[in-house]
């Protein structure tokens, strides 16, 4: 026959278990998290470098056509 103390016992290790548990479950979601936003991190330095180098492509498109236009306006003298 179970007795009071013996269901505060199970209701008392159960609690236990279940922080456990929780813990368990908060550290791979933790784990989860930092890698996501490591990948983040790792695809925001990608993205960001290709921008770059649109930027200097774009640049360089814009000086050709800025001293293009101005030979095209200069006079032959």
């Given at each position: 026959m179970a007795t009071l103390s013996d269901g505060?016992?199970?209701?008392?290790?159960a609690g236990i278990?279940?922080?456990?548990?929780?813990g368990e479950k908060t550290k791979d979601l933790v784990d989860?998290?930092?890698?996501?936003?490591?990948?983040t991190v790792d695809q925001g330095k990608q993205?960001?470098?290709?921008?770059?180098?649109?930027?200097?492509?774009?640049?360089a498109s814009v000086r050709y056509y800025v001293l293009e236009s101005r030979m095209a306006a200069m006079m032959p003298e």
């Open positions: 505060f016992k199970d209701i008392f290790l278990g279940a922080m456990a548990i929780t989860q998290l930092i890698s996501k936003g490591e990948l993205i960001n470098t290709e921008l770059k180098h649109k930027a200097e492509d774009v640049a």
